[in-house]
């Protein structure tokens, strides 16, 4: 950056600050600490960006918070002139500006239909027009060297996958024969393929006591 764009940036921000500081009362019992909560009220500036010939510089101004919310919008100033002027005054809020290669248009992102799309405008002011529309909003771009295409970065929304069908696990249980003993008149439980148990091999339980299975 050459000294005359440094120079320029230090106007802008020594005159910002200026203004504001013109419209806020006058202090009293010498200068205050700056809380988070006062940071809130102050104007910030950021993305300084110089036309190609040099003589506008394009910037975006954080608005104080409102409610929740704290308002972004694009100012430029004149370098011939001195002027500094608010360059997008929608309800919403742009960010990202970026200069065409001719210098005549600024391109910038912008929420003012729900997701983050791409907008151009005219230099010397006008109505910006959509460049970009889309379900996913646009995170980042560029222009082409020669101003007629502008490559974009944004997410792909991915296709729908199939709901698979949860396989249900069927246990088969072995057959149970109830049968009725002689001698006592309880129940017996037999399995037809018992499994085999370490301490309690060919023994099963009645209500009545404990008997060898039946062959």
Request: net charge positive; proline share 8%; charged share 25%.
């Amino acid at each position: 950056m050459n000294r005359s764009r440094s120079a320029g940036i230090l106007f802008v921000l020594t005159a910002l600050t200026s203004s504001m500081n013109a419209q806020e009362p006058p202090k009293t019992n010498g200068p205050k600490l700056l809380t988070p909560e006062a940071s809130l009220n102050l104007r910030s500036i950021s993305d300084l960006q110089f036309s190609p010939d040099g003589n506008r510089l394009a910037f975006v101004v954080t608005e104080p918070a409102k409610g929740e919310r704290r308002a972004r919008h694009i100012w430029l100033y004149e370098k011939q002139s001195g002027v500094i002027r608010q360059f997008t005054h929608s309800a919403k809020s742009e960010f990202l500006p970026r200069w065409s290669p001719d210098g005549k248009q600024l391109a910038f992102l912008s929420d003012r239909d729900e997701q983050q799309q791409i907008y151009a405008m005219r230099a010397d002011g006008g109505e910006a027009s959509a460049l970009t529309k889309g379900k996913q909003g646009v995170k980042n771009f560029a222009w082409s060297p020669d101003g007629k295409k502008m490559a974009f970065l944004a997410p792909t929304q991915r296709p729908k996958r199939k709901k698979r069908k949860k396989k249900t696990k069927t246990t088969r249980m072995s057959r149970t024969e109830m049968t009725n003993t002689h001698d006592s008149g309880c129940l017996l439980s037999t399995l037809e393929k018992p499994r085999p148990s370490p301490n309690l091999s060919g023994i099963s339980a009645k209500p009545c006591g404990i008997h060898p299975a039946p062959a």
